[in-house]
């Protein structure tokens, strides 16, 4: 059960330096336009090493380098703050959160260029707590020797709702979406050997489904991936109900996320059923050593029109493999 206090730091539970928190913020703007853009403000806090990553991305493109995004900045070395609630990074960064796992304001500012990032995000819900099996129906029997199993030794997500405006080179866009958050907190590596497909689609404030899976690589960048469902949930009027179930298939265009089709099955035996398809692609580093294949998509939840995102995480040792396999083919060997 996750508690007012887990959104400050967290004694770290083992001596690892990797130990770790994070806070991410995925939301959008423009969705019902021709352009819309895709934003995500992220920390790593490595609070036994004193030092936090921090990266903010603004996407309205389909891109395979971060630099071609219509904004990017990443910091690997900030100061660590004193408490979670209410910091300030040197990359222009402040949060606060004035009521503990239900209301965060986020303030960003790049002067040089030419951004500001302003929102207030709402919990629509209590925090998904994926290790409490009275919330997740999945949450006994976890693989923790996978390293997202590690850095997910504490971690909820929760939908919530996005309201602020951002302003990109004297474009001033208004936020107002029904989105995905989520905190974690454990032994975070540098090196990621297990994948994670982390996905959400909103209807809005009375509909919304979010769902983690696995996947393998085997196909390659441009083959399709089965999905095994390892966490999840559906909020459906005010109602949160834990994935018993789930699968699917996502189309791949350089292990980007084109085309994905999943069904899961509620805690009550209700099948949800989604298709999403992408509006953008951007390669997120939360990490140097793992890529987030991340696309904003258009779904189509319970018959009804949804967005939100879709984010796979491969290492950079399992990329490697990858496109070896690749080029070894293309060479005949």
Same mark, same amino acid.
């Given at each position: ?47 036994? !090493?004193? %030092? &936090?990553? #921090? ?12 630099? /071609? +995004? =219509? ?21 222009? !960064?402040? %949060? &606060?959160? #004035? ?12 002067? /040089? +260029? =030419? ?219």
């Amino acid at each position: 059960m996750i508690r007012p206090e887990d959104a400050q730091f967290h004694a770290p539970t083992s001596d690892d330096p990797l130990w770790a928190e994070t806070n991410y913020f995925g939301l959008y703007a423009g969705q019902d336009t021709d352009r819309p853009m895709n934003i995500g403000v992220y920390g790593l806090f490595r609070e036994p !090493l004193g %030092v &936090v990553g #921090s990266t903010v991305s603004v996407n309205s493109r389909r891109v395979t380098m971060p630099w /071609a +995004a =219509d904004y990017w900045d990443a910091w690997e070395h900030l100061v660590a703050p004193a408490s979670l609630l209410d910091y300030s990074l040197a990359n222009g !960064l402040h %949060v &606060v959160c #004035s009521e503990p796992n239900k209301v965060w304001d986020v303030d960003y500012s790049d002067a /040089a +260029a =030419d951004l500001e990032l302003h929102f207030r995000y709402t919990a629509l819900m209590e925090p998904y707590d994926i290790n409490d099996p009275d919330q997740d129906p999945r949450a006994a029997g976890r693989d923790m020797d996978k390293t997202w199993g590690h850095a997910y030794a504490g971690h909820f997500d929760q939908t919530g709702h996005f309201e602020g405006e951002i302003r990109l080179r004297g474009i001033t866009t208004p936020i107002d979406c029904v989105s995905t958050m989520d905190h974690s907190w454990g032994v975070r590596a540098e090196r990621q050997t297990s994948r994670l497909s982390w996905m959400h689609a909103h209807v809005g404030p009375d509909l919304a489904l979010h769902a983690l899976f696995d996947f393998d690589t085997a196909n390659g960048p441009d083959g399709p991936s089965p999905l095994t469902m390892t966490h999840g949930y559906v909020l459906d009027n005010g109602v949160v109900r834990g994935l018993a179930s789930g699968s699917g298939e996502t189309t791949r265009s350089g292990l980007y996320p084109e085309h994905v089709e999943i069904s899961v099955s509620d805690a009550e035996g209700r099948t949800w059923e989604a298709v999403g398809d992408a509006l953008t692609t951007f390669p997120w580093q939360s990490q140097p050593g793992v890529v987030g294949h991340n696309a904003l998509l258009r779904w189509t939840l319970d018959g009804r029109t949804a967005h939100g995102e879709c984010m796979d995480f491969v290492g950079m040792g399992e990329l490697g493999r990858v496109y070896d396999r690749v080029h070894a083919a293309a060479a005949g060997v």
